[in-house]
């Protein structure tokens, strides 16, 4: 059920620091009290933010019974989150740096659940609609204030520590709320139930906020920089300067063949639905998909280095070539060719249950998932921080992932709903529009051979350009 999958580099994205970078802390830095629990606290606050956005998409299949639904509406629900993402984002940022980070996490990760709470009482397709576009307004802010906070509690030779207890935290939790919100999928009310379970745990997790994180008076520049990059804010101005860089270029045309994030929104539905699995099945699923995903994160990151080490700055194109056509492959082995592993699967209502999933089964999820985020962490985001001058490594990453990817899932996620009710089928639309554009992806990164490794080396040199005013 959680959406933190949903972000394949895109709307928010932690900005890897450039290699080379000074790090050095700031001789000012006072440990904040109790400092551990608020980390912690972040940690549950974004494991229930990702899963209260998830609920749309997990327990969509008893949504659409409810109200006679198909998959135009479900794309519209995803279309909805990743365009308040883009919108909303900026305006809680700004909100932030004006009346305090930890307030207005409160506010929106905290109260601003009781409007999904609201949601599970919707009547009709179009007071849930209303109801639970709210909610995603307070939904999408949380990530990147609460990014800010954290680098509040630590130094930043300690940072990389504070993230990985967050995103520990956050992904257990995740573990966890999935499946046990899941077992109201036997329930045709179960939505209702899940809606008001995720809200009520929001508000909780605000409380904790207002308990235990405590951040300074005063918020320095570079933290406000942070935060409004992480929101997806930029200079226009830079934008000109930043497509000057080819392999950026590059990088944003081919943007639109990264469709992984499309998928997300309608896997549980061909897993309830399509395959008849069931929602409380497609929970199972999700996790373990979730557990793949997770050790992925971590996994890309060690296997991108060591290609560097064997193949040199090729080594990232070379890793990356490797994993689109693998994951494409695997996308649609498992969402398309399910049979082949489970062959008792036939097509069920979302509610009813025709069948369990195979062990076997399980086993390609969780390849799935730990194939999924190689490309970005091992490759995608490590070659821009490389190329980038440092004064536009914040805005790079603001176009290329939470603009332009933002803005390109918000569509995909409408034109899938729609062709595949025009057709009349879920897994052949997700196959074409997922596993072929990544094989297509593949081969488009044969360009990258041509510039990446003369980009890393003009990056020192293009830095002091911008400071001198030539770039």
Request: glycine fraction near 12%; aromatic fraction near 12%.
């Amino acid at each position: 059920m959680s959406s933190s999958q949903d972000r394949e580099g895109a709307g928010q994205v932690t900005v890897p620091l450039v290699e080379g970078a000074s790090v050095d802390d700031d001789e000012l830095f006072i440990k904040p009290k109790m400092r551990t629990m608020g980390a912690v606290s972040l940690g549950v606050s974004q494991s229930i933010d990702n899963s209260e956005g998830g609920v749309s998409k997990t327990f969509f299949p008893q949504i659409a019974n409810a109200f006679q639904l198909g998959n135009t509406e479900l794309g519209l629900l995803n279309a909805l989150a990743s365009g308040a993402r883009m919108a909303f984002g900026p305006i809680w940022a700004i909100a932030a740096d004006r009346w305090g980070r930890k307030r207005i996490l409160f506010v929106v990760t905290g109260l601003w659940g009781l409007w999904t709470v609201a949601t599970g009482f919707a009547q009709s397709w179009a007071q849930l609609l209303i109801l639970y576009t709210i909610a995603l307004i307070g939904t999408v802010a949380g990530e990147p204030i609460l990014n800010g906070l954290l680098g509040s509690l630590y130094r930043r030779s300690e940072r990389g520590k504070a993230f990985g207890l967050v995103r520990g935290v956050s992904a257990a939790l995740g573990i966890v709320i999935t499946p046990a919100v899941g077992q109201w999928g036997a329930n045709p009310a179960g939505w209702r139930y899940a809606m008001f379970a995720m809200g009520g745990l929001s508000v909780l997790s605000g409380v904790l906020i207002l308990i235990f994180v405590h951040e300074p008076k005063q918020l320095a520049d570079d933290d406000r920089e942070e935060l409004k990059s992480d929101a997806g804010m930029f200079r226009f101005s830079d934008v000109p300067r930043l497509f000057k860089i080819r392999t950026l270029s590059l990088m944003a045309l081919m943007l639109p063949l990264v469709t992984s994030l499309v998928l997300f929104g309608f896997m549980t539905q061909v897993w309830a639905k399509n395959l008849g699995y069931g929602v409380k099945n497609a929970s199972y699923l999700f996790t373990v998909f979730s557990i793949g995903s997770t050790l992925s994160a971590f996994l890309g990151g060690w296997i991108g280095d060591q290609f560097v080490k064997r193949f040199g700055h090729k080594g990232r194109i070379i890793l990356f070539q490797v994993y689109a056509a693998t994951w494409g492959i695997l996308v649609g082995l498992t969402m398309y060719f399910a049979n082949w592993w489970d062959p008792d699967v036939s097509a069920g209502t979302g509610q009813s249950v025709t069948n369990t999933p195979s062990g076997l089964y399980y086993v390609m999820v969780f390849l799935m998932g730990l194939i999924f985020s190689i490309g970005f962490s091992g490759c995608v985001l490590p070659m821009v921080s490389s190329v980038c001058p440092q004064q536009l490594s914040a805005t790079s990453f603001a176009v290329l992932f939470s603009l332009i990817q933002g803005a390109l899932t918000t569509v995909y996620s409408l034109v899938v709903g729609k062709v595949a009710d025009v057709i009349g089928n879920l897994q052949l639309t997700l196959l074409v529009g997922v596993t072929g554009p990544y094989l297509l992806n593949a081969l488009l990164w044969f360009v990258f051979y041509h510039t990446y490794e003369k980009d890393v080396h003009l990056q020192a040199r293009r830095t002091q350009l911008i400071e001198q005013g030539r770039f």
